[in-house]
C-alpha cells in the first residue's frame, strides 16, 4: 500500500518561492501543498485540517513569522517546522531554531535536492516526538491507577534495580518510594520475606514479612513478567 502523501502548508508572501517549493516537492516526493500569503489565511487553514509540516517564512506582510513559531508551541506543538529567511539573517535563523523549528533554508543560497530528505527527516522526528508523547502519557495513567490501587505494587528491571514503588507499597513495607526507587530489589524487597523471594518461582505464595521494629506479617505474593 502507498504512503498517504505528505500535506505540507507554505506560508510565504513570495510567490515565486511557493511555486518553486510547490513544483519541485511534488514532483520529489507524495505530497499536498498548501500555499498561504497572510498569518491571517495560515491560521485559518491550519484550523481547518492536518498537516505534516511547514515552511515557514519570516518576514511576513502582517507579522513576523517568529510570532508564529511561538504561538505554534501551543496550538500545534507537533507540527514540524522549517523556517526560510532571507540572505544575511543568520542570527535570525538560530533564534528560530530556538524558538522550536527543526531546521531553516536561506532563501537564493538553498539547493533543491536536499529538500526531501530535509522533509523525510523533520516529520520522522515529528512522529517520534508525537509517539514517545503518547507512551509518556500511557505511563502516567497506569501509574495513576496503580498508585490508587490498595494492593502493593513493585516493579524491577532486567538488572533488579527497583523502578516502581506504589502508594499501597510504601504503607505496607513501611518505605516511601524516594528511598528505595533505583535500589537493589534483592536487598530492599526480597530478603524482607522469609522464605525470601526467589524470582524463579513465581507462583502465589504466603511469606512472613519481617520489618524492623514490628511483628512479622503474613503476606500473600505473587510475581508476573512485564513486557
Known amino acids: 500500500m502507498a504512503a498517504p502523501p505528505y500535506q505540507i502548508l507554505i506560508l ?27 498569518i491571517t489565511a495560515f491560521w485559518q487553514t491550519l484550523d481547518a485540517g492536518r498537516f505534516d509540516l511547514l515552511f515557514l517564512d ?16 501551543t496550538r500545534s506543538p507537533y507540527l514540524p517546522t522549517i523556517v526560510m529567511t532571507g540572505a544575511g539573517s ?23 535536492e536536499i529538500l526531501p530528505a530535509l ?9 517520534a516526538r508525537m509517539h514517545a ?12 491507577l496503580l498508585d490508587h490501587m490498595r494492593d502493593a505494587i513493585v516493579v524491577w528491571d ?22 528505595v526507587l533505583g535500589r537493589p530489589v534483592t536487598d530492599v524487597y526480597f530478603q524482607r520475606f522469609y522464605p525470601p523471594v526467589d524470582p524463579a518461582r513465581p507462583a502465589e505464595v504466603e511469606r512472613l514479612f519481617l520489618q524492623n521494629g514490628h511483628r512479622p506479617r503474613w503476606i500473600s505474593s505473587k510475581m508476573t513478567a512485564l513486557y
Request: include cysteine; charge should be negative.
Open 12 to 38: 510565504d508572501d513570495d510567490p515565486d518561492i511557493s511555486r518553486l517549493l510547490t513544483d519541485f516537492l511534488t514532483a520529489t516526493l507524495p505530497c499536498a501543498i498548501t500555499p498561504v500569503k497572510t
Open 58 to 73: 519570516l518576514r511576513l506582510p502582517d507579522g513576523n513569522g517568529l510570532d508564529v513559531l511561538q504561538q505554534l508551541q
Open 90 to 112: 543568520e542570527n535570525t535563523a538560530v533564534e528560530a531554531i530556538r524558538s522550536g523549528a527543526v531546521d531553516y533554508l536561506s532563501k537564493g543560497s538553498f539547493r533543491l
Open 119 to 127: 522533509v523525510e527527516k523533520a516529520v520522522q522526528a515529528s512522529k
Open 133 to 144: 508523547q503518547h507512551v509518556h502519557q500511557q505511563v502516567s495513567y497506569q501509574s495513576l
Open 158 to 179: 532486567q538488572e533488579e534495580k527497583i523502578t516502581y514503588w506504589n502508594r499501597a507499597a510504601e504503607e505496607l513495607f513501611g518505605q516511601p518510594a524516594s528511598e
